[in-house]
């Protein structure tokens, strides 16, 4: 399977931006799939995941209640709509996949497909 993650772009503070992933080879049935950013010089940050089966959502703490996980089952794609941005929203972000048990979708290392990334940049 390979991710394709777009959407990404500049917007003010305040602004909103909706991020995709999209999957080709296969369905996203049975993964988990994760949004995680990556700002330089920093280590890869769990924003948010969502269970394919069943539709379980996570977030972190920093972005509840300004951001929202989605799917689009026949497009078998994933979204991310952000909200409220901030600066520290500024980042790399990066759709992944992973059929680890839900108590561990925070951990990057156990992701073991990922897309591109797409650059958000939240101007002040």
């Known amino acids: 399977v390979q991710l394709q993650a777009s959407g990404g772009g500049l917007v003010q503070v305040g602004g909103s931006l909706r991020l995709s992933c999209a999957a080709s080879?296969?369905?996203?049935?049975?993964?988990?799939v994760g949004w995680f950013r990556q700002a330089p010089g920093k280590e890869r940050e769990f924003v948010s995941a969502?269970?394919?089966?069943?539709?379980?959502?996570r977030y972190a703490d920093s972005v509840k209640g300004r951001f929202t996980i989605s799917r689009d089952i026949a497009k078998n794609t994933l979204y991310l709509q952000m909200n409220s941005l901030k600066p520290e929203d500024t980042a790399v972000y990066y759709c992944?996949?992973?059929?680890?048990?839900?108590?561990?979708?925070?951990?990057?290392?156990?992701?073991?497909?990922w897309g591109q990334g797409t650059q958000v940049t939240v101007s002040s």
């Open positions: 992944g996949l992973t059929r680890i048990v839900w108590s561990e979708i925070g951990n990057h290392k156990r992701y073991d497909t």
């Open positions: 969502f269970r394919w089966s069943g539709g379980t959502t």
């Open positions: 080879g296969r369905s996203f049935s049975g993964y988990i």
